[in-house]
């Protein structure tokens, strides 16, 4: 019964609740960064929730069910944005690439299409540690 373990998920939980979410109105930009929400307690204490960026996904295979709507959104620019194989693999610097080569709402479809999300990360910092610190 670790106290830890129990106040992650209820932190997780109120953080997203009260975080504001990403941008959705500058795609681009929000996704690359991630977000964080913080909370202090009254004695100095403070938890902080940090929402990665969603990654990249490393390739999309030809029978994943993504595959065909990616090669609609992408178009033209589809060698300039994927290495091709037997799947397609991302560039380096995809959501830039994706966001001069494409039209705003496209880009930002097909960056959608090729990410996945990833999991919260909680850390604790309490007054005791700060206080060690100074």
């Given at each position: 019964?670790d106290p830890?373990?129990?106040?992650?998920?209820?932190?997780?939980a109120?953080?997203r609740?009260?975080?504001?979410?990403?941008?959705?109105?500058s795609?681009?930009?929000?996704?690359r960064r991630?977000?964080r929400?913080?909370?202090?307690?009254?004695?100095g204490?403070?938890?902080?929730v940090n929402?990665p960026?969603?990654a990249?996904l490393?390739h999309i295979a030809?029978e994943?069910e993504?595959?065909?709507k990616?090669l609609?959104?992408?178009?033209?620019?589809l060698?300039?944005?994927?290495?091709?194989?037997?799947y397609l693999?991302?560039i380096?610097?995809f959501?830039d690439?994706?966001a001069d080569?494409l039209p705003r709402?496209?880009?930002?479809?097909?960056?959608?299409l090729?990410q996945?999300?990833?999991?919260p990360?909680?850390?604790?910092e309490?007054?005791?540690?700060?206080?060690?610190?100074?």
């Open positions: 019964n830890l373990a129990v106040a992650t998920p209820l932190l997780v109120l953080a609740l009260l975080a504001r979410p990403f941008d959705r109105g795609p681009i930009s929000a996704w991630g977000s929400w913080t909370a202090s307690g009254t004695d204490c403070i938890a902080r929402f960026a969603p990249l490393s030809t994943d993504t595959f065909d990616v609609a959104l992408a178009g033209e620019s060698d300039e944005l994927f290495e091709s194989r037997h693999k991302p380096a610097d959501r690439k994706a080569a709402r496209t880009a930002a479809q097909l960056i959608e090729c996945v999300e990833c999991s990360r909680v850390s604790f309490t007054a005791e540690t700060k206080t060690k610190e100074r």
